[in-house]
C-alpha cells in the first residue's frame, strides 16, 4: 500500500482527479519576518519578479531572502490545478502544485543570472518528482518566468549546467521545467520565513556539488 501512494504523490493529477479548493485566497502575513518588506505587490520600482520550485520551500526561500538584491520572498503553490490550496491538499498529491518560492529583486543589484546560480547550486534538479528523502509532485524543481528575457537566461543556465554536470560525472539529465508563471497561491502565515522563525527546523535541500556555469560568481553557501 505504502508503494502505491508514493507512486500516487508523483505522478500529476488530471483536472478530473484535482481536489477543488475553494474561492478565496488563505490568510497569509502582510509582511516580510526578517526584513519587513511587503509580501505582495508592488514591491518598488524597477522590481522584477520570478518563481522557483526547489524541494520543501522552508529551506528554498531562505536561500533567496540571504541573496544581497532580493526585495522580497514568500512561499506558496504553483504549477497545478487546485486554487488557493492548502498545505495538506498539496502534500496529498491531489493538486498538482508545487512548493515554490516568489522571489522580488532588484536587477539593478543583483542579476537574473546570479539567481538562477543560487537556484541551481541549492538542490539537485535531476530528480524528477522528489529532492532527497522528500517525494511527491510539489517537489519538483521549476522555474516560473515573468517575460522573455527571464526564460531566455533560464534555458540557457539549464544548458550550461546540464553540460557541467555531465562532465562531472553525473549521468542523470535534468528534469527542471521551465514555464510562463502561473497562478501564485500564497501559503499559509507559519509557512513564510519559517526557518527565520524556528531556525533549527527541517531544511531538506542539497546540491550536487558541481558550480553552474552563469552569473557572476558563486553565493556563498549558508
Given amino acids: 500500500?505504502?508503494?502505491?501512494?508514493?507512486l500516487k504523490k508523483t505522478r500529476m493529477p488530471s483536472a478530473e482527479e484535482a481536489l477543488p479548493g475553494r474561492p478565496t485566497p488563505l490568510a497569509t502575513a502582510e509582511t516580510h519576518f526578517v526584513n519587513g518588506a511587503p509580501l505582495?505587490?508592488?514591491?518598488?520600482?524597477?522590481?522584477?519578479?520570478?518563481i522557483f520550485?526547489?524541494?520543501?520551500?522552508?529551506?528554498?526561500?531562505?536561500?533567496?531572502?540571504q541573496v544581497p538584491g532580493v526585495v522580497s520572498t514568500a512561499v506558496g503553490y504553483a504549477a497545478g490545478l487546485t486554487p488557493n490550496p492548502t498545505y495538506e491538499e498539496v502534500c496529498s498529491g491531489q493538486t498538482g502544485h508545487n512548493e515554490?518560492?516568489?522571489?522580488?529583486?532588484?536587477?539593478?543589484?543583483?542579476?537574473?543570472e546570479e539567481l538562477l546560480r543560487v537556484f541551481f547550486e541549492s538542490h539537485d534538479p535531476t530528480q524528477g518528482m522528489r529532492q532527497g528523502n522528500d517525494v511527491g509532485t510539489q517537489y519538483r524543481s521549476g522555474i516560473y518566468v515573468t517575460g522573455e528575457a527571464q526564460r531566455e537566461a533560464?534555458?540557457?543556465a539549464k544548458r550550461a549546467y546540464g553540460e557541467a554536470l555531465r562532465e562531472a560525472g553525473h549521468a542523470q539529465p535534468i528534469t527542471t521545467e521551465i514555464l510562463d508563471a502561473p497562478d501564485f497561491f500564497y501559503a499559509e502565515t507559519y509557512h513564510q520565513?519559517?526557518?527565520a522563525k524556528n531556525p533549527r527546523g527541517y531544511c531538506g535541500l542539497g546540491g550536487t556539488g558541481v558550480s553552474c556555469p552563469v552569473g557572476l560568481g558563486a553565493v556563498a553557501a549558508e
Fill in 193 to 195: 520565513q519559517y526557518l
Fill in 40 to 50: 505582495k505587490a508592488p514591491f518598488g520600482e524597477g522590481v522584477e519578479t520570478v
Fill in 1 to 6: 500500500m505504502f508503494g502505491l501512494n508514493l
Fill in 53 to 65: 520550485g526547489l524541494g520543501c520551500f522552508w529551506g528554498a526561500e531562505r536561500k533567496f531572502w
Fill in 154 to 156: 533560464a534555458e540557457a
Fill in 100 to 112: 515554490v518560492v516568489l522571489v522580488a529583486y532588484d536587477p539593478g543589484r543583483v542579476s537574473f
